[in-house]
């Protein structure tokens, strides 16, 4: 049995990460890891006449370049695993409509990438299939229009606000391979502690964050120094120090090699995001960009990577419900 | 290698339904199928403020059952796979909020069922899990409210509609068992053929069903008369017999024993819903209900169950897109 501990699952074989890509906004690209993202986009519409079409283009487009770089071939992918934050996940059910492979879309909200990669990985371990394109998108104009207000109304954003990513982050995972891989998962549980404000997603998310962390050591028989880096999704500066806070009370030590991407992926000072970034390709980005190239690089060795997400909706909310969290973690080494 | 010609796979072993639940409104219970189903509301709020709570309440009702009718207990479900129609998969994420078990969230509009019961039947026969709990809802009045009109409008039906069915069906797969069990799926893919009407989804989807269904005998070399009977989820009249008509293209006679959910679950003649049933519902509790008790008794051995969905929203329904359709094959044999 490949099942350990409460909730994960480790790997018989590596399934290997072979390619990844990233594609942002003008914003992302001029934070601190512009560098590393495949594509930097300038008009954020890509020539499109909504915003929801424009999310649509990135991840058409951001699959087709995971693709490309692994240089495997659309036929020969077996499944392809994405989805967004669109009502009914427009942007992944129409990002692949023309790609014509069988088809798992999912909703982890900005978890997404996280359940991708664990879902496609037990796909691929379990003989299912050799290779998987998975994606997850986001647009920050089609994301404050459908949870919070229309940009053009100029609401205020309060300080534990944070500003959703704008792009797409894909990979191929493959039976066959070298480099990055993919050993182990634990998959999340929802943990909802009463947080009712759309404005305070890290709040909202960091139990989730901090329970999924905390059993994946209990059930691995690992701490954090076993990890280069744990990284988790989108909780920004309010659930980064929460997390930090809780997995204390479990007597984990997260203070010392632990980031989160959406604190990585603007700059605090310059960019004025507030509480910093989020969406689902805030972690897909960060992880196919910045991540995916350090461990190339072997400047990481292994790392637990944690993508979180808030399952609310504009109907949950209005309906005065809190807001439930899940993360789901994914460890990835480095490889030869 | 399980996976098997363009897009299926062949289980290694039988991943057995231990147990089904089905719940459903006032209508569906007067329907032909009424005595099937384990629970039949008579409120279609069931004490809730509105129609998306009642939903939540409905799911979360339905997969306890699931799990009480199994004898397993919560805390040995390893993954609970669900989806549903609302916005970010409310009806899902509430549903099962209480659970605490690991959740991967899907969404596949009205063929979520199949999709839940193929990424569960891989999991358990990757060797991932023992036991995986399976649910999938929609409610009626919150999906006229999302997708169409508001129910208090009174707006007039047309006659390709269909009535989304009030319900849940969940289902308990394990590893351990005897019974119906499940032995290959056919993942499939985005068949979008420029159908905008969201009044006539039965046209949206029958592509995508007879897709699915002939790559379905390609891939295992069968042909409609390998099965007892073949059960699409919801394409109701209009699409039943596009999917004849276009299968017939492909060489494959299905006019002998091919039923679909959405005309079984109402009386055509006294329940006037036009064309039919719809909804993540439809499928899910025909299933779990009639089809899983034919199971049993044996008087099925072997069923193509084909979940169909519509994967349109209301905002691309708005911006002038088409509706992309979506099925999932899996096979069900009746066992010891």
């Not at 890891?33 to 986009?41: A, N, Q, S």
């Not at 997400?309 to 030869?336: D, F, K, N, Y």
């Amino acid at each position: 049995m490949k099942h350990i501990g409460s909730q994960s699952a480790k790997l018989q074989y590596p399934v290997y990460i072979v390619s990844t890509s990233s594609i942002v906004g003008k914003k992302e690209g001029e934070g601190p890891l512009g560098k590393y993202f495949d594509v930097i986009l300038e008009d954020l519409m890509v020539e499109k006449e909504s915003w929801e079409k424009a999310e649509i283009e990135i991840a058409n487009k951001s699959l087709n370049l995971a693709l490309e770089k692994s240089g495997i071939k659309l036929k020969d992918i077996d499944y392809i695993i994405s989805g967004d934050l669109l009502n009914q996940s427009m942007g992944s059910n129409f990002g692949i409509r023309s790609m014509e492979r069988p088809y798992l879309g999912i909703f982890g909200a900005c978890s997404t990438i996280g359940e991708a990669l664990s879902i496609g990985a037990m796909i691929i371990d379990g003989d299912f299939a050799t290779n998987i394109l998975v994606g997850a998108s986001s647009h920050f104009c089609a994301a404050e229009k459908q949870f919070r207000f229309p940009l053009n109304l100029g609401t205020q954003r309060p300080l534990t606000s944070t500003w959703t990513v704008t792009g797409d982050g894909s990979a191929v995972l493959s039976k066959n391979g070298t480099g990055p891989f993919i050993s182990g998962i634990t998959t999340g549980k929802i943990v909802d502690l009463g947080i009712k404000d759309v404005n305070n997603m890290g709040a909202a998310m960091a139990p989730a964050a901090a329970d999924t962390i905390c059993t994946h050591f209990k059930d691995f028989g690992t701490s954090p120094k076993d990890y280069d880096v744990i990284v988790t999704g989108d909780l920004g500066y309010v659930g980064h120090e929460l997390t930090i806070n809780l997995a204390e009370k479990e007597g984990f030590d997260l203070s010392k090699n632990y980031e989160d991407c959406g604190i990585l992926i603007f700059d605090r000072e310059t960019q004025d995001t507030h509480s910093g970034g989020s969406g689902c390709a805030c972690s897909a980005t960060t992880f196919a960009g910045y991540f995916y190239q350090k461990l190339k690089n072997k400047e990481i060795n292994k790392m637990l990577f944690v993508p979180t997400g808030s399952l609310l909706s504009q109907t949950s909310s209005q309906q005065g419900e809190s807001i439930p969290g899940i993360a789901h973690a994914v460890v990835i080494e480095s490889g030869r």
